[in-house]
C-alpha cells in the first residue's frame, strides 16, 4: 500500500507564505546571557516573559527587555562576560519615534 503524497494546494501555500510574512515582520528581541549575582536571586528571580530559570549553577539567557534592563541596573544580574548587554544599549524593541523621545526625556533636566 503505497501512499500518494499530492503537491501543496494554493490555499496551503497562500498560509505559508503569510506566515513567512509574519515571521519577518515580528522584531527580533536580541538575547543576553546573565548571571545572578548571589544564590538568593538565583532561587527567586525568574524572567516573566519566558519563564527561564537560573539553573543550580551558570548563567541563563534572558532576552534584553525592560525587564531584564532593570535587574541590571538595580545589580540582581550582571552580564556574563561584561559585553554587550548594556542597561544603556537601545532597546530594539522600540520604534524610532519613541526612542527619540526617550532620550530626549533623559537629556531634559527636571
Do not use: Y
Amino acid at each position: 500500500m503505497t501512499e500518494q503524497v499530492s503537491a501543496p494546494s494554493e490555499r496551503s501555500k497562500r498560509l505559508a507564505a503569510r506566515k513567512a510574512r509574519i515571521r519577518a515582520l515580528k522584531p527580533r528581541v536580541p538575547t543576553v546571557r546573565v548571571v545572578p549575582t548571589n544564590d538568593a536571586f538565583r532561587a527567586v528571580l525568574k524572567h516573566p516573559s519566558s519563564g527561564m530559570r537560573f539553573p543550580e549553577t551558570g548563567s541563563a539567557e534572558w532576552p534584553l527587555d525592560t525587564f531584564t534592563k532593570r535587574r541590571l541596573k538595580d545589580g540582581c544580574i550582571t552580564v556574563e562576560g561584561g559585553g554587550s548587554g548594556s542597561p544603556d544599549a537601545p532597546d530594539q524593541t522600540l520604534p524610532a519615534a519613541a526612542q527619540r523621545a526617550r532620550r530626549e526625556r533623559e537629556r531634559t533636566p527636571e
